[in-house]
């Protein structure tokens, strides 16, 4: 059998914090404008995928009764609903 060795102690380690998506940072910036659709520029990804993954963190973050991510001609746009 394995050895192994049980210590005692005050209470359990804290779990990890809950991680923010690096996208977490456009949403919000644009839910604090004024704008009805914005395009995003300046990614390092497809706008197809990047629609995908923001779009699947907007309902994540419960959001998607507001805004959308959508592709057009190869840009990403984020619409208010």
Known sequence: M?????V???????GRKARRSKYDAMIDQFMERGS????VDGLD?????????????IERRGL????????????????RL
């Open 36 to 39: 009805p659709v914005t395009r």
């Open 45 to 57: 990804r497809s706008a197809a995928y990047l629609s995908l993954v923001i779009g699947k963190r």
């Open 8 to 14: 005692s102690v005050e209470e359990k380690a804290r």
């Open 64 to 79: 998607a009764d507001k805004i959308k991510a959508s592709c057009a001609d190869g840009c990403l746009y984020l619409e």
């Open 2 to 6: 394995d050895e192994f060795t049980l």
